[in-house]
């Protein structure tokens, strides 16, 4: 009925925007391992936490009960800026797929940062500053996180340090711009601003850096600094629990029409858009309320899930992390060359990593000449530019609409995409010259990685 046609985009109104951040871990059968202390190997008690992180902060890792969180007036009021996100039907995409599958996906890249990762980088900043520190640390690889955090920092007022992975720093140079502008200060990494930094360059002078690297520097520089803290993008149960607005929104949306997704597709580094998205739905599943399928999607070149190991490791490259239970590559691994910096870490956050060697989830992985195959369809369809790490989610969702018209079943989809491409035009223009190549790491490349903690 053609007064019954689902729109293109499904909005929700301002004052619908979710008052909670639900917590995926209250309605785990299981919990995750809790992490350790590495160097007496007990769990980890909050207060040891407390000169890393800011203390809500500290309280929001380690809380598994409390389902719903009250998301803070203030940051009710930031979301209001760029939130609820729309929720968009690929009416085009199925048509050039001909396929029988509804396709919608949840559209992050709406704000400056061009991604999901303002949501928590808003809620992180905002607790630094409401404790009174005087500042933060962070790393970023891609540049999306450092852009977010630098937005959030800016907003309010907090004096703010980015250790940018080298190869992006020097790669791209226009996202190091942008936290500039935004009142960030960028180093970077390896830098000779910090001990870890130091060891490192010593080894390795040529290094390009990696992510684990510039974790541990910023972490080094926070405990060091008077009244600063390091905040994380990723990985960490209270960014999972920040991002679930992503899923909360999406439900409330589709929920308007009736809709329910038979299947949803996410692109994981460190699993937080994927945990954010699916965990309202997630929830159902663990509930015995409904059963969707929910497929992880990460490179070839960096497949934690899919070729990793279930076991303690360090979420850095110096150790000065406390050890989490995760699936990981090793912290020492660096990935070949893949344009995906967003999903170029070695670990996956511990509630994902459960949750999918519990059985709850699938994890597929894909070469990035497939990845960018998809990214081109899709803009050319939807008319726009995803970023790769997204376009990774879109590869997962176009290949399940092409198993639904070869089935014949018209399943509903539903997919993250995370955010925008325009930074990411060098790995495009490699992509569209033909000189794009694969790497996929051999089974002994891998085992010389695999952490032997136990
Ligand atoms: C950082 C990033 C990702 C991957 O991070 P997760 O924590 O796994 O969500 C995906 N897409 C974009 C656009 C990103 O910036």
Redesign the pocket.
Known sequence: MANNKIPNRILLAEDQLPRYWYNLRADMPEQPDPMLNPGTGQPLQTQELYPVFCEELCRQEMDSQTRYVEIPEEIVEYYKTYRPSPVHRAYRLEELLDTPAQIYYKFE?NNTS????LNSAIAQAYYAKKEGLRGLTTETG?G??GTALAMACAYFQLPLTVYMVKGSFTQKPYRRSIIQTFGAKVVASPSDTTNAGRAILEKNPDTTGSLGCAISEAIEKAVTTEGYRYVL???LNQ?LLH?SVIGLEAKAALEQYDIYPDIIVG????????GGLIAPFMQDKLTGKANPRIVAVEPASCPSLTRGKYTYDFCDLANVTPLAKMYTLGSAFIPGANHAG??RYHGMSPILSKLYHDGYMEAVSYEQTNVFKAAELFSRAEGILP?P??SHAIRGAIDEAVKCKESGEAKVILFGL??TGYFDMSAYEQYLSGTMSDTIPSDEELAAFVPKLG
């Open positions: 890249g061009g991604s999901h990762k891609a999306q996180w993008g990723s990985v960014v991002q692109c994981a580094g460190g699993g937080s858009n994927l967003g999903l970023a790490e997204s995370t955010g």
